[in-house]
């Protein structure tokens, strides 16, 4: 069975730092990934997605994610986070025919 | 374009009362879906709809009825509520049909609580 595991349930950060948030796939086929965002009180909304070619994908809100299919990795990153960016986080993906599966969430928190 | 809307924002049952919830997209999307979502556990699907006239379980359907009423819209019925089903309730709906690849469009949801 396909799986995402997002381990970090909430990442505190100050303003104008570096986060990184961290997401691994368990799939034995080729997969499609997703980051989406909810900000409080609302739906979810895509950050961005890989499909396919170069690795390095690039978002809204000047976010980033590299695919590393040999870690299985989906790292989500910004360079510097503003308090706007306080929102929960999903990883998620498809494959093999399957439905697209999600992580449990990662909460960013971002503080003055 | 409104997008995805969803009624109601917001419901209290009590065990063993039903409900509907509604769901409509404007986009002319051929897939529509309905998730539940709760602390710790991320979206779980309930029920989706590849395209008009078909609909298909998920990964948690018991307890739940669905309707493609037609192509704008697509209903989650609760026939007899348990509070285990106290839950925030998302209808999402993407544009191709079993297209792995596809972005998913989500409403704003639904706060509902079983007493």
């Known amino acids: 069975a396909q799986s995402v595991t997002q381990l970090d349930s909430q990442v505190p950060v100050f303003e104008e730092a570096p986060v990184e948030l961290r997401c691994n796939y368990s799939?034995?086929?080729?997969?499609?990934l997703f980051w989406y965002v909810q900000y409080p009180n609302q739906g979810l909304q895509l950050l961005l997605k890989?499909?396919?070619?170069?690795?390095l994908v690039k978002g809204i809100n000047g976010f980033e994610a590299e695919f590393n299919k040999s870690q299985t990795s989906f790292h989500l990153r910004k360079p510097s986070v503003h308090i706007s960016d306080t929102a929960e986080y999903f990883c998620?993906?498809?494959?093999?025919?399957?439905?697209?599966?999600f992580g449990t969430g990662t909460q960013l928190k971002v503080e003055l | 374009n409104a997008g995805v809307t969803q009624t109601p924002k917001f419901q209290v049952l009590k065990t063993g009362q039903s409900m509907t919830l509604q769901c409509a997209q404007d986009?002319?999307?051929?897939?529509m879906y309905w998730y539940r979502q709760d602390p710790g556990m991320g979206l779980r699907l309930i029920y989706y709809?590849?395209?008009?006239?078909?609909?298909d379980k998920g990964e948690v359907p018991n307890g739940y009825n669905v309707s493609r009423l037609n192509k704008r819209e697509f209903s989650l019925r609760l026939e007899s509520a348990a509070p285990s089903q106290t839950s925030v309730y998302f209808c999402?709906?993407?544009?191709?049909?079993?297209?792995?690849?596809?972005?998913?469009?989500f409403g704003p949801g639904t706060r509902l609580t079983v007493l």
């Open positions: 890989y499909l396919s070619g170069s690795t």
């Open positions: 799939s034995s086929v080729s997969v499609y």
């Open positions: 709809s590849a395209s008009e006239g078909t609909t």
């Open positions: 999402a709906s993407s544009e191709a049909v079993e297209w792995e690849g596809d972005t998913q469009y």
């Open positions: 986009m002319n999307h051929n897939s």
């Open positions: 998620a993906f498809t494959g093999g025919g399957n439905k697209l599966t």
